[in-house]
């Protein structure tokens, strides 16, 4: 982006160098005027398109940081889903509870996400707490948190939680 200014303004500049050579070297005030406003708004914008590539890098960083409790937790659910058949209750461990933990202290920065990020990553959160109170998860708040993590990892990050199939579905409805 810093290469980015003097270009702008050499285009300006030689835009309104083109005008006045293309005018026969008559001088167009309003021309060269509507030339430098270009240019100061292109300089003025330059701060904000930095804010805002500094905006997506923190919102990548936190996809980046949720993803892997989330992605945990989910092959943790998915292993237990691969159970037969499936309990009717699944406890939570402690290496469980302090991944929960990780998501839940990353929930003030959900802010950066997109409105439907922050949404499907409430509805985890929420399932998530509801379980760590009681330290374990019923069999259909289990299947139904193994379906909301899927979801989320499948939103926040295009490659985790990509199957077709859940394996919690088929060993329940198996």
Same mark, same amino acid.
């Given at each position: 982006?810093? &290469?980015?200014?003097?270009?702008?303004?050499?285009?300006?500049?030689?835009? &309104?160098?083109?005008?006045?050579?293309?005018?026969?070297?008559?001088?167009?005030?309003?021309?060269?005027?509507?030339?430098?406003?270009?240019?100061?708004?292109?300089?003025?914008?330059?701060?904000?398109?930095?804010?805002? &590539?500094?905006?997506?890098?923190?919102?990548?960083?936190?996809?980046?940081?949720?993803?892997?409790?989330?992605?945990?937790?989910?092959?943790?659910?998915?292993?237990?889903?691969?159970? @037969?058949?499936?309990?009717? @209750?699944?406890?939570?461990?402690?290496?469980?509870?302090?991944?929960?933990?990780?998501?839940?202290?990353?929930?003030?920065?959900?802010?950066?996400?997109?409105?439907?990020?922050?949404?499907?990553?409430?509805?985890?959160?929420? @399932?998530?707490?509801?379980?760590?109170?009681?330290?374990?998860?019923?069999?259909?708040?289990?299947?139904?948190?193994?379906?909301?993590?899927?979801?989320?990892?499948?939103?926040? &990050?295009?490659?985790?939680?990509?199957?077709?199939?859940?394996?919690?579905?088929?060993?329940?409805?198996?």
């Amino acid at each position: 982006m810093r &290469g980015f200014v003097p270009i702008i303004v050499a285009a300006a500049l030689g835009l &309104g160098a083109g005008m006045f050579i293309g005018a026969g070297w008559r001088r167009d005030w309003n021309a060269a005027a509507a030339i430098a406003t270009f240019a100061a708004v292109l300089v003025a914008l330059v701060p904000i398109w930095r804010e805002e &590539g500094r905006r997506q890098q923190s919102t990548r960083a936190l996809r980046l940081r949720l993803i892997a409790p989330l992605a945990a937790v989910y092959f943790a659910f998915e292993k237990v889903a691969q159970q @037969a058949p499936l309990p009717l @209750a699944v406890p939570l461990d402690d290496n469980m509870m302090r991944l929960i933990a990780r998501i839940d202290a990353l929930v003030p920065q959900a802010d950066l996400l997109e409105i439907d990020e922050m949404d499907m990553l409430a509805q985890v959160v929420t @399932a998530l707490n509801g379980a760590a109170v009681v330290r374990g998860v019923t069999r259909d708040r289990f299947v139904e948190t193994t379906e909301l993590l899927d979801r989320t990892c499948k939103l926040l &990050g295009p490659r985790i939680g990509a199957r077709r199939s859940s394996p919690v579905t088929s060993a329940v409805a198996g």
